[in-house]
């Protein structure tokens, strides 16, 4: 009796601990839509970033080119 209790608390638990990384899963189209969302809007970010970069690093060559 007490087996088939402790087996039927590890079933809940796992399920529970299942529940928890539904964030992850990409099963459902929704949560598929958003973690595309998520990672479209990171590379368009760090494509900003990088043109922003270069942007000052060629600012800054002028410059000394410039001054020089």
């Known amino acids: ?3 088939s ?3 039927a608390a590890r079933k809940a638990e796992a399920q529970s601990c299942r529940h928890n990384t539904d964030l992850f899963d990409e099963s459902e189209p929704s949560k598929k839509a958003l973690i595309s969302g998520i990672r479209n809007f990171g590379h368009i970010l760090v494509s900003k970033i990088v043109w922003v970069a270069s942007m000052c690093a060629v600012i800054v060559a002028g410059s000394l080119l410039i001054l020089d």
């Open 1 to 3: 009796m007490r087996d």
């Open 5 to 7: 209790d402790d087996v």
